[in-house]
């Protein structure tokens, strides 16, 4: 839906309630995202030039997910952190640029990539080009920070797996629900309990017009675009160990995307199940239910505002004063993972890449063909990408949001 | 979990949480259900007797359910009208009688079944029993009202069906959510949408151990036990034909327990049911309802909360007490029965039938662990019926 375009009364009821639901400086930096993606100029603007040490920072792709969300928190956290940003509208990266006072916008990934002072490259650019760009800025020296879908296909995955692995750099997923504070609470009362789980999620996502580009031939849809984030989020809560052989049910009528469940059964005995719809307008965006029972813990989680945690007679409810998904923290974590020189173990963070994205290809491939399909794990359904890495990183500490169980 | 049997800090939290769940009137009766439950007389005591005009119920089946909800409801709004109760155990009977001033206890269904004055029967013993004691009673002249599940097999659907055709008694279910306040509302919010929806369910049972009757030979497990209140009323919220409908079923080691099914309904409507067991449930049963039909979304949790959101608009309902529509069922059924009250005997037949073939056919699936695609009862009894003359056909042109 075109905001812009709705009746005034329409907009001052959007704008309330995303007030209540993300604050009054989210809700502006979103009002003014999509005025951004509108933006138009006759003439270019100049470009800031005056670059300085701390712009150390990359923008592949100016879209309003970058704009509201991964400037806005780096802007908001680290100062004028952003070197350059790149998109292939040249206008929009021109907004981007004159919005969150970047030295330099370009239309050419190279002038991001080849740029020797940019140490992090965040890619949210279309979703066939995150892999492709992530590759050029690993085999460039750089650590990236890839938005979901890392990959689309198993081929841009056998890539981008052997590349991290030849080139040793440090690959941040935007995978954000796990690193949120209600994710990671959850997280960590499913860890405390030994039994199976059974976990169950229901996201009422944005209706989406047919023409929409995440339809695009090669873009993955919206298993790849946006089911993801709960299939990542439920292999998170299922230890590694216990993950593989899963089992794939998948549960559609005519479309295979959206309007569908997708069930898994793990290895453990645990149990996932996403119910994933999009039928029409959700005013308040993206709504996700959630709820899991594991041994004698149950838990309740609405839209990351409110989790409630009871085991036996104990009932605890945490609360958000906002709409917490954890985008702060998994952006502004890659920032200072790489900016402080934290710890980053890269076996296990590989295995866990190329394992998230492994499950939703496979994901998306049985609901395809509508299929119920078994799968083990990456480094066993193809063992020629697990060679050893070069050189392990040494590990020191490591930021909760990147901890991998 | 067997309260009586736990710590009294424990049991006074239990009753605590339960007021504030249920209101002291409910909790009250559900301590006295678990005693109930373990009472045994040395010397039974003497039939109350004095049997009046009113009393014209029937109860088969005396555990805690029929103890603490059926008959507490029937004696709350209608008073003493119940003439009888049967339980297999003497001595559970005997402890209903004496508690609601019932005039005769029997282990005997047959009394209750033969007694004239009776008009409606609530039958609430083991599963495997519902349909036989219905049966029984439609075909003695009654109205009965019939716990879930109501057949525990094809065989007593089929026999069910031929008594429900056979006699003009009336049939009731013991599906109460379709009519508490938030099933209606659920269900009449939906329907003035157009179009398929997808539904999703998340429920907790409680955990029962390996030895529970409910998972003894016969009783239907689980699915029948259980799931079907909620096939059930995912079933009503299909708008005109349902069918066909393919039923998918997500298990690990257990076929009706930590699991899930899915359903696609011949409209495109997706529906999702998780059913879990694996722990204790300080609550009881938790439910959690999710729905997107159009730009209508709507978000239950246990029968105490309902949002209901259409684009902009946005309204809450909370329940004063936790409502899944008991009272409404039991009470509705006997208002039914003695009023006269209108009752549309094809579709409710329609409903009863394939109500159970889908709970039948959903343990199918759960147990065989493999997709399935179901049409209608009716079209099950049509090709029946055409597989039965073929070969007669053939036999006469012989």
Not at chain 1, 44 to 72: D, E
Not at chain 2, 102 to 107: E, K, L
Not at chain 2, 253 to 264: I, R
Request: with cysteine; glycine share 8%; proline share 4%.
């Amino acid at each position: 839906m075109d905001y812009l375009k709705q009746p005034f009364g329409f907009k001052v009821r959007k704008v309330l309630r995303y007030l209540r639901m993300y604050g009054p400086s989210r809700t502006y930096m979103k009002v003014l995202g999509q005025k951004h993606m509108h933006k138009k100029y006759e003439r270019l603007p100049r470009q800031f030039g005056k670059r300085q040490k701390s712009h150390t920072v990359g923008i592949i792709g100016c879209g309003n997910y970058p704009f509201s969300t991964i400037a806005y928190f780096l802007r908001k956290e680290f100062g004028d952190v952003i070197a350059s940003c790149m998109d292939i509208d040249i206008n929009r990266a021109a907004s981007f640029s004159r919005r969150h006072r970047v030295p330099l916008y370009t239309d050419n990934a190279n002038d991001i990539i080849d740029d020797n002072k940019i140490r992090l490259v965040y890619i949210a650019s279309n979703h066939a080009s995150h892999a492709e760009y992530a590759i050029q800025a690993i085999e460039s020296g750089k650590d990236v920070y890839i938005e979901k879908p890392h990959v689309v296909s198993i081929d841009q995955l056998h890539r981008l797996s052997k590349c991290m692995r030849r080139h040793n750099r440090k690959v941040f997923l935007g995978f954000n629900r796990p690193g949120s504070r209600l994710g990671i609470l959850i997280r960590k009362y499913c860890a405390g309990q030994d039994s199976p789980g059974m976990y169950n999620w229901f996201i009422a996502g944005h209706a989406i017009d047919p023409d929409h580009w995440y339809f695009s031939e090669g873009e993955g849809g919206r298993v790849l675009g946006n089911l993801c984030h709960w299939t990542d989020f439920t292999l998170r809560l299922v230890p590694m160990e216990s993950v593989f052989p899963v089992t794939i049910t998948p549960t559609r009528h005519i479309k295979s995307d959206c309007d569908i469940a997708v069930s898994y059964v793990f290895a453990d005995g645990s149990v996932g199940t996403i119910t994933f719809s999009s039928k029409g307008h959700t005013f308040e965006g993206v709504r996700e239910s959630f709820r899991a029972q594991k041994g004698n813990v149950l838990i309740t989680m609405d839209d990351f505002k409110r989790l409630t945690v009871e085991i036996i007679a104990r009932k605890r409810v945490y609360d958000n004063a906002y709409r917490d998904h954890g985008h702060k923290a998994n952006v502004v974590g890659a920032y200072k993972n790489v900016h402080r020189d934290e710890a980053y173990h890269q076996e296990s963070e590989i295995s866990y890449i190329t394992n998230t994205a492994w499950l939703f290809l496979k994901t998306k491939e049985s609901l395809e063909s509508n299929e119920r399909i078994t799968i083990d794990s990456y480094e066993k359904s193809n063992p020629s990408s697990n060679r050893a890495l070069p050189k392990a990183r040494l590990e020191k500490s490591r930021s909760p949001q990147h901890a991998r169980r | 979990m067997d309260y009586v049997k736990q710590p009294l800090g424990f049991r006074i939290r239990k009753a605590i949480r339960s007021v504030a769940m249920f209101g002291p009137g409910r909790t009250y009766i559900n301590v006295m259900g678990q005693r109930h439950m373990r009472r045994s007389y040395e010397h039974l005591p003497p039939q109350n007797g004095g049997q009046n005009d009113r009393q014209t119920v029937g109860i088969i089946g005396c555990g805690n359910y029929s103890f603490s909800v059926i008959a507490y409801f029937l004696r709350k709004e209608f008073g003493d009208v119940i003439a009888s109760c049967m339980d297999k155990d003497i001595n559970r009977a005997a402890s209903y009688a004496s508690h609601y001033k019932v005039p005769y206890y029997t282990d005997k269904a047959e009394e209750i079944i033969s007694n004239p004055q009776i008009r409606l029967i609530y039958i609430a013993s083991n599963h495997a029993s519902h349909a036989e004691y219905a049966i029984k009673a439609l075909e003695a002249g009654k109205d009965v009202y019939i716990e879930k599940p109501h057949v525990v097999s094809v065989d007593q659907l089929l026999r069910l069906n031929q008594a429900m055709q056979d006699y003009n008694g009336k049939v009731f279910l013991g599906f109460n959510r379709p009519g508490s306040r938030f099933g209606q509302m659920i269900k009449n919010t939906l329907a003035a949408k157009d179009g398929p929806a997808v539904i999703n369910w998340f429920v907790i049972g409680h955990c029962l151990s390996p030895g529970h009757w409910y998972l003894r030979d016969g009783e239907g497990g689980r699915v029948l036990g259980n799931l079907c209140h909620w096939t059930d009323y995912t079933l009503r919220l299909i708008g005109g034909n349902p069918f066909p409908i393919t039923i998918i079923p997500v298990r690990q080691n257990q076929s009706d327990q930590d699991m899930a099914v899915n359903l696609v309904f011949g409209d495109g409507t997706i529906a999702t049911i998780t059913f879990t067991g694996q722990g204790y449930t300080f609550e009881g049963v938790r439910e959690c309802f999710r729905a997107q039909k159009g730009d209508i979304i709507v978000a239950m949790d246990d029968f105490k909360y309902l949002l209901i959101e259409i684009m902009t608009l946005k309204k809450k309902y909370i329940n004063y007490h936790h409502d899944p529509g008991h009272r409404n069922n039991i009470v509705s059924s006997f208002k039914n029965t003695h009023e006269s009250a209108r009752y549309d005997r094809q579709s409710e037949i329609s409903h009863i039938l394939n109500t159970a073939w889908l709970f039948l056919k959903t343990k199918e699936a759960m147990e065989t662990n493999e997709r399935l695609t179901i049409g209608s009862f009716e079209e099950y009894l049509e090709a029946a019926s055409a597989n039965r003359k073929q070969p007669e056909r053939m036999a006469m042109e012989k």
